[in-house]
DNA sequence: GATGAAATTGCCTTGGG
DNA sequence: CCCAAGGCAATTTCATC
């Protein structure tokens, strides 16, 4: 990663759609060269992918929450992501230091399908529970820079 | 917003540089009807940008905290998010329920870098005290689908 | 559908190890 | 000397009217 892949990254973050000859021109570089540079960054894994940003109310997924989980004796984080990722709800997880094993994201349309996704956590095996505080209101969410 | 801009928000959700014809095969429409839906979406703010997903190790900020904020008295939730954003290690920030006024999402390059972070909060003269747990390893860290 | 722009590919050049 | 990276030009695909 030399610094020109930095100035790429930083206009594919401000504008994933952007031409390889419109990032070449920010960047000092021609169209193909860009495209070299971007295909090996996704080939790398540096660049995961390219997505939308979407208004959350537009989609209608508006009940919001942070979840800490507390796990029955020692769990790999392994086997927690396998647990969460069938839970489409869960937007992000991680784990964390202090007595909570993992801290999990979850977005849902209201706060029935919040319980009903809560339910499945709670149910897999490894969870022994939870504690939950919703978002009352979003103050800032930007995309990584 | 009928079915079709769901299906068309869709697939730039899982790929923003799909072409239009692409998205047109997914969700059967032609290449030109693709781009006035995505076209109008924009417009309305609907779909807020396109933007890049990066491997945050890439980036070189790993360390990541969820910091619970505690205020003196009663704060209005927009005067807590002018403290937060001139505060560019503030990656999300939401009011919540429970015993915490706000939990803040923070990202940066090291635990210094942190810790100055969570210094300039403290700072704020509307806050009172802070509870961090730092991010151990991310497990789930979805693109809101 | 037609036209112009963008992506993509092959080939050559150049600078550094 | 070889390899990695860039530019140029031709072709194909896409965007746009």
Redesign the interface.
């Known amino acids: 990663?030399d610094p020109l892949d930095g100035k790429v990254?930083g206009c594919?973050?401000?504008?994933?759609?952007a031409t390889f000859a419109e990032i070449g021109a920010e960047v000092g570089l021609s169209a193909p060269a860009v495209k070299r540079r971007v295909d090996r960054l996704v080939a790398s894994?540096?660049?995961?992918?390219?997505?939308?940003?979407?208004?959350?109310d537009?989609?209608g997924?508006q009940t919001?929450a942070?979840v800490e989980l507390y796990c029955k004796g020692t769990v790999a984080?392994e086997e927690?992501?396998r647990s969460?990722?069938r839970v489409?709800e869960?937007?992000?997880?991680?784990?964390?230091?202090?007595t909570?094993d993992?801290?999990v994201h979850m977005?849902a349309s209201d706060v029935k399908q919040l319980e009903r996704a809560l339910e499945r956590i709670r149910d897999e095996p490894n969870v022994d529970h939870t504690r939950s505080?919703?978002?009352?209101?979003?103050?800032?969410?930007?995309?990584?820079?």
Chains 1, 2 share one sequence.
């Open positions: 990663m990254i594919l973050l401000h504008n994933a759609r894994g540096a660049i995961r992918g390219f997505t939308a940003l979407i208004d959350p537009v989609l997924w919001e942070y984080p927690l992501r969460l990722e489409p869960v937007v992000g997880a991680a784990t964390v230091s202090g909570a993992a801290l977005l505080v919703i978002v009352l209101s979003r103050l800032i969410d930007r995309p990584r820079t």
